[in-house]
């Protein structure tokens, strides 16, 4: 019942900055907590960042001083401003949502990604 698209992703020279966007859109009744993950070739996907419908945010250790997660209830539209990026986050960034339909139930929803890639 939820389509996520990302979008920002791109090239970047190390140090530089990019704004990544997701935006969740369909027949949900409520969109909860949205999220994004990243997988670099050959490892694991990893949680970046989280946001629940409040605002409170999580950022992972090794990005936390960095990236900075937000999101917009009203368009249904979480950013990831990542700032001084390192050759180490060059993967694939995932929108991902957690939300409930008519019926009340939960269900996570994933996005095809976006490719980021920071040159040294």
């Known amino acids: 019942q939820v389509h996520l698209v990302e979008s920002g992703g791109g090239l970047v020279q190390a140090g530089g900055s990019l704004r990544l966007s997701c935006v969740a859109s369909?027949?949900?009744?409520?969109?909860?907590?949205m999220a994004w993950y990243r997988q670099a070739p050959g490892n694991q996907r990893e949680l970046v960042a989280r946001v629940i419908r409040r605002g409170s945010t999580t950022v992972a250790d090794s990005v936390k001083d960095r990236f900075t997660i937000s999101r917009d209830n009203a368009k249904n539209t979480m950013y990831l401003q990542m700032n001084s990026l390192k050759p180490e986050d060059t993967a694939v960034y995932y929108c991902?949502?957690?939300?409930?339909?008519?019926?009340?139930?939960?269900?996570?929803?994933w996005g095809q990604g976006t490719q980021v890639t920071v040159s040294s």
């Open positions: 991902n949502v957690l939300a409930r339909n008519s019926g009340g139930v939960s269900r996570a929803y």
């Open positions: 369909g027949s949900t009744v409520s969109i909860d907590t």
